[in-house]
């Protein structure tokens, strides 16, 4: 005779109720701590200097920026690997563009491409049903070759104080311009994840695409926006770059989909889709941006930090994850 | 301890969810050969009390005995190993593999070298079916089946594991009525074999016609245990939901205007495989009965007109108007509503919560300068809950967490709240309790009569569509092969001859 276990399933199934909290507290929690950890630590070593805390806003902001848009691409159900790749290509086409035609005229070469870019990943997955998996790492092959090609893998310089204040160096009073970017990226995806009726679709899609298309959301078109805006929202990313760094390379945003990615993850959206968050996403880029500074600060080299980091966000995410299914 | 004799036995079981009690102090005795009815309303336990005998859930209090003998609670493998074997109100099978796979997932015929062998597993599938006296290819994949081959596909899976006692939650929600007549062969076979058998329906003739024992829950309390014969059906009903009832699932003569343009006309519709060629006229405040056997397409039909696959030749005309409908955020702003057959799949986002999923097909009108306004969104699900009578603790309830019904009801919900003129219902009272049904097939008449609505209602449950169609229509071969006023069918022995076609 066993006395009543009270470890069943059943308590699993229980605790389903919370998920959503859960996962979100996780990374607000993680950010607490690592940030309490750093504080007491690298007092010494100016952590908690105003100048340094700004800097690690400014160097997130472009992964927080694009972060954002990721979510609704991950909440639809879908993914996008080109992100990176594509900031690089926008970053040199909008030097490009500059050099020849003026500021305008490259910030709206810079979206464009973003946007086509966005339209195009975003009609071969919904029209021709491939998965975005294998599209967007397509793309991100194209996109990259296509930058190198065009540039000839050398730095095409902006010379031009307006865009590189806007979009990088400069500052507006006290604030760092890309402070600011970030801020407005926070405010308008959470708007418009939670507050407009395409927030609810997008959701509604990744949670279950047959329901919501039977209950009247066009599913497809909701994915193709979600693609077209994340790549138009990769390719402000690149123009960050572009302005803190005074040019245009197709090396500006290497790799960066990874960090993107993570930073989505560690907020709190799911991998397969229909829950998603934005404040968590911005969260999770600025943990990510807080390790990345704290382990510099620490003296590691840089293949410690790499070590480090990964097992860092592993963990977060496996404590994301064993509250969610426990 | 437990009953003696008795195969399984519950004894003081009660259980919370968050704070909720949702069961209480229940005592339960499952007797070798012997069919034990559970009935209740929505939401009354009956799910629960059975996921806690197949191990699924730990109750906080209470034992389960078999064989007279204390088990460990909360655990499945325990449960199965005993012999249990359950048919989850919730489809438990994997989509991708085949029919046969599923059946025997984890317990696959071995063939050379340990290597699984998918024609033996095949075979034994078919011989299975073929008991049944049904016919679905073991091949296919469980993806395309229908939601009546689906739970056919789960009764052979529990008939393949020699269960010694047999869990039935509601297994003929979406069976016609030849396959639910199949199914008490069946349960009558297993009853011979020594097969103890719980069985949960809402439908009264069912547990009157397979029942040797009733238990009847309420708000997760046994009000009511004793031979089936001893309750009349009045009485059983007013124990379920709490108060006297009437049942008026009696037909009202009446007369439907059909002379001028009528609100929905299909002509020629070909779609899919099943339709090929469907010409109908619904008028204004009129409800059809759409009725064929399984697989004639009436769900096909319905899902064509919404959009979900768009008609390849054929018209739709809406008050004389031809429209176009690709997909069903056109339909919807025609005027049309689908609810659909299966709800889990094709009718919510089972993770989202009650209100999310209510407000859904609402979200582009409950809008102010672009934004949701939820404030009238939580007003308007509150009205819905109260006025469906949907069990929840909140309105941020996910709906996975809701019981089998109130889910039927939320869809039914969210689409009412739509508005529709044309309202097209697949199976509807799938899972609904005796309460909510009437509830339902009020609606449906006021929606026609004093709304003036059209309403294409197709349900396997022939009493109900009996009760408020004005006229049958009989689709065989993807055609309407007969239109049949109601006043001339006389019986549901009648309708049922002419849905077999003699
Ligand atoms: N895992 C869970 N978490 C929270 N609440 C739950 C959970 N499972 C069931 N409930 C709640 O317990 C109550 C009983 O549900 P149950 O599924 O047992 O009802 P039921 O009698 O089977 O109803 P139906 O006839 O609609 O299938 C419901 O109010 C339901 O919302
Ligand atoms: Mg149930």
Redesign the interface.
Known sequence: ??K????????A??R??E?FEWRQYVVYGGFVLVFLVFSAALFQSGFLTANNLLNIVRQTSTITVVAVAMTFVIASGEIDLSVGALAGLASVTTAMAIAQFGVLAGIAAGLLTGLVVGLANGILVTRAGIPSFLVTLGMMGITTGVAMWITGTAPVPIERESFNNVFGSGNLGPIPSLFLWTLLSLAVGH?ALR???YG??I??TG??P?????????TARTKLLALAICGVVAALGGMLYAGRLHSGRFQWGQGDELSVIAAVILGGTSLSG??GSVVGAVVGSLLIGLINNGLLLMGLEYSQQLIVRGAIIILAVALARRNASA | MGALGSTVSLRGIGKSFNGVRVLEGIDLDLFPGEVHALVGGNGAGKTTLMKILEGVYAPDEGGVFFDGERVALGSASQARARGMAMIFQEFSLVPTLTVAQNIFLTREARGRFGLLDDRACERRAEALFRELGVDIDPRRPVGSLSAGEKQLTEVAKALSQNARALIMDEPTASLTKSETEALFTIVAQLKERGIAIVYISHRMEEIFAVSDRVTVLRDGRVVASGEAGSLSMEEMIELIVGRRMEHSFQWQPRSVERSGVPLLEISGAVAGERVKGVSLKVHRGEVIGLVGLMGSGRSELLQAIFGVRPLTAGAIRIGGVPVKIRRPSDAIRAGIALIPEDRRVQGLVMGHSLRDNFLLPLLDRFTRYGFIDDRLGRRKAQEAVRTMDIRTDSLAKIVRLLSGGNQQKVVIAKWLAAGPDILLMDEPTAGVDIGAKTEIIAVIRKLSRDEGKAILLVSSELPELLAVSDRVALLRGGRIEREVDRSAIESEAMLHRLIQGN
């Open positions: 005779m066993s009543p276990s009270v470890t069943g399933t059943g308590e199934r229980h389903d109720a998920r708007v507050k407009i009726p609810r679709k959701l509604a949670g279950n047959i329901a919501a298309s039977f209950t009247g959301v066009d229909g829950v």
